[in-house]
Antibody
Framework: EVQLVESGGGLVQPGGSLRLSCAAS????????MNWVRQAPGKGLEWVSY????????YYADSVKGRFTISRDNAQNSLYLQMNSLRDEDTAVYYC????????????WGPGTLVTVSS | QSALTQPASVSGSPGQSITISCTGT?????????VSWYQQHPGKAPKLMIY???NRPSGVSNRFSGSKSGNTASLTISGLQAEDEADYYC??????????FGGGTKLTVL
């Protein structure tokens, strides 16, 4: 069974940093492209970042470019999101999501982890 | 990276059909056959309903169908059921290699 489980969320002050993790199981993690998607309270989905299976290609939403860094450790079956210079508007539930093999859609999602940026 | 445009809400009675539109540009929806649709119930993670404009993942009811014309994609749900009440989001691949979501549509089953 495919499982994705995020962790690392919490309360952080504006300007602070946080590192999210996503533990993957039930599939060959190293073969799949991965993403981070977030959802502010009561708002819609916002795509955040993408990483290719071998980490050679990474993309970011304009809203986080230069502040967030996506990475992965295929040996540990884990996906990461390093978030720096956090702002109030970064408050959201952060989901890790797997791409359908060879496609541009997310077929499996984790339950999400809540990040709250507030003083 | 402007969000795709969806109606804020749609509604229908059980057994009826509804259609949700998703409008983008030639740099996203209109330029690629990589439109997806997601269903999200309150407090839950999104669920993939349609990928590549009109393909259903295994296990998704054939009451859900997708299409595209120009810069606008559409999700149609036929034979509306109470369990279909949820938020629906479209998403597209973009010319920058990124992805973009629509603002979401709240479906109410009357």
């Amino acid at each position: 069974e495919v499982q994705l489980v995020e962790s690392g969320g919490g309360l952080v002050q504006p300007g602070g940093s946080l590192r999210l993790s996503c533990a993957a199981s039930g599939f060959t993690f190293s073969s799949y492209r991965m993403n981070w998607v977030r959802q502010a309270p009561g708002k819609g989905l916002e795509w955040v970042s993408y990483i290719s299976s071998g980490s050679s290609t990474k993309y970011y939403a304009d809203s986080v470019k230069g502040r967030f860094t996506i990475s992965r450790d295929n040996a540990q079956n884990s996906l990461y999101l390093q978030m720096n210079s956090l702002r109030d508007e970064d408050t959201a539930v952060y989901y890790c999501a797997r791409d359908v093999d060879g496609k541009y859609s997310h077929d499996y999602w984790g339950p999400g982890t809540l990040v709250t940026v507030s003083s | 990276q402007s969000a795709l445009t969806q109606p804020a809400s749609v509604s229908g009675s059980p057994g009826q059909s509804i259609t949700i539109s998703c409008t983008g540009t030639s740099s996203d929806v209109g330029g690629y056959n990589y439109v997806s649709w997601y269903q999200q119930h309150p407090g839950k993670a999104p669920k993939l309903m349609i990928y590549d404009v009109s393909n259903r993942p295994s296990g998704v009811s054939n009451r859900f169908s997708g299409s595209k014309s120009g810069n606008t994609a559409s999700l149609t749900i036929s034979g509306l059921q109470a369990e279909d009440e949820a938020d629906y989001y479209c998403s597209s691949y973009t010319s920058s290699g990124t992805r973009v979501f629509g603002g979401g549509t709240k479906l109410t089953v009357l």
